[in-house]
């Protein structure tokens, strides 16, 4: 039997694993912030979601990041681990099908809370997306499988999602089989090197610190900088942080994506990252060259999650970076929780509830977290990119709170803002877009991009 293939000095016909664009016109791409929910909310009493959740059940494809793991805690074979990324996120096994009646198909799972409850949780939660027909990527019994694009067929083509994280435990980093070992389960991570940038006279004395410390050894050092207790201070204009990101890990990262657009119409890769912090408004100093080397591979849309508000956004080549869409669901009645998030807040689980642990990290925060005090924690935008010849045509963003005022119990759930609160949202997320060289307009509370 002879095999006829197509005309191959036709326009369009191609053997080269092209990294070309090709969704139907019209295709609606649907992206919101992390999803850090422990219940299902569409058959609750949740005013102002119904709005929402249809807006999300419009998008060809609707991405969101999981930043929970879901399990039945009466049948679960796994523990809270020593490291977590926080907070112990855990959810219902009805989280599931409520995702799917949500509106999501689609989601992120590398984060910082993707392995809270070890890799029983994490093999549990994809269990539970895997039947309810959820498209997921980002974790894997290995790194090959964490860090592979996975796809979600719509009728105006064929979607690829890469999904890694910069913010991780170390436990929870997926590795490669090397010889007879196995390989890890876990994330797919990028890591980053922190540098602290300091100016010249704190170098100095950071120098001399140093070099009073017992066991130093004076070495071959730069003068532009100190390693103190495991951390390279450098000199800089500006005290700050710096990070470089390990470059066998962005050029895998690339390589999935270009390998993620030569299987599909259309890509899209999801960064997990808190970097420099969660009080900051700005990206890290890495991020805007990786987010466009993405684009570069072969992504139609790079989205950020992580700091918990939102950050800038960036049209590059035609294609949509935000930087951070921050947080679209923060319904965190969360329970059960592991011992050590009591004793991290100063609780007594013989005395406190878990609610009041949740309240206190709510308030206080962490470290470099402040908390979830401001309401700009609650602030955030639906984004709907559109695509018309395979290019960015219109992006809208549509503001939504979640309910910073309320109790715990009705907190964290989004609704469309009201018009003073949309105007505010708008107008903050116009001043961080613009040192991106990104303008766009406000019209009947809708923010406006037209290419």
């Not at 019209?26 to 422990?38: E, K, R």
Request: charged share 20%; proline share 6%; hydrophobic share 35%.
């Amino acid at each position: 039997m002879t095999t006829h293939l197509p005309d191959q000095d036709k326009p369009g016909y191609d053997l080269t694993g092209s990294t070309a664009t090709s969704v139907s016109d019209g295709f609606t791409m649907v992206a919101v912030g992390d999803l850090i929910v422990s219940r299902p909310l569409t058959k609750g009493r949740h005013p102002g979601l119904g709005p929402v959740v249809k807006i999300l059940r419009e998008g060809d494809a609707t991405l969101g990041n999981l930043e929970t793991s879901i399990f039945d805690i009466r049948s679960f074979k796994g523990n809270p681990q020593a490291e977590f990324g926080g907070a112990y996120h855990a959810s219902l096994p009805s989280l599931g099908p409520d995702l799917k009646e949500m509106g999501f198909d689609i989601l992120s799972f590398a984060n910082n809370h993707a392995l809270d409850w070890g890799v029983e949780g994490m093999r549990e939660t994809c269990r539970v997306l895997d039947e309810n027909d959820i498209v997921h990527a980002g974790s894997g019994e290995n790194l090959a499988q964490a860090a592979a694009a996975r796809f979600l067929e719509t009728s105006r083509g064929r979607v690829g999602l890469v999904s890694c994280a910069t913010t991780f435990t170390p436990q929870s980093r997926a590795a490669h089989p090397a010889a007879e070992a196995p390989g890890r389960p876990g994330i797919n991570a990028l890591r980053l090197t922190r540098q602290i940038v300091v100016s010249p006279e704190m170098l100095e004395n950071l120098r001399r610190v140093r070099n009073a410390l017992p066991g130093f050894k004076l070495s071959n050092e730069s003068t532009d900088q100190v390693i103190l207790a495991e951390t390279t201070y450098k000199v800089g204009r500006k005290p700050g942080f710096s990070f470089i990101p390990n470059s066998t890990d962005v050029a895998d990262i690339l390589r999935n994506i270009r390998r993620g657009k030569q299987y599909s119409d259309f890509c899209v890769i999801a960064n997990h990252g808190h970097e420099p912090g969660n009080w900051s408004q700005e990206p890290a100093n890495y991020e805007q060259a990786f987010a466009r080397s993405a684009i570069d591979a072969g992504a139609d849309v790079y989205v950020a999650h992580g700091p918990h508000q939102l950050r800038g956004i960036e049209i590059y080549k035609n294609r949509p970076i935000f930087y951070s869409l921050g947080n679209f669901i923060i319904d965190d009645l969360r329970t059960p929780m592991g011992a050590d998030m009591f004793d991290a807040y100063g609780k007594d689980p013989r005395i406190h509830t878990d609610a009041e642990v949740t309240a206190a990290e709510m308030t206080q925060g962490y470290e470099t977290n402040p908390g979830f005090s401001d309401p700009v924690f609650y602030e955030s935008v639906i984004t709907i990119s559109r695509f018309d010849g395979n290019k960015l045509a219109q992006l809208r963003l549509l503001p939504v709170e979640l309910g910073h005022s309320k109790r715990l119990a009705q907190r964290g759930v989004p609704s469309l803002a009201s018009p003073p609160k949309a105007e505010s949202i708008l107008s903050r997320l116009q001043r961080l877009s613009k040192p991106f060289g990104t303008d766009f307009a406000i019209e009947n509370g809708v923010g406006l991009i037209r290419l």
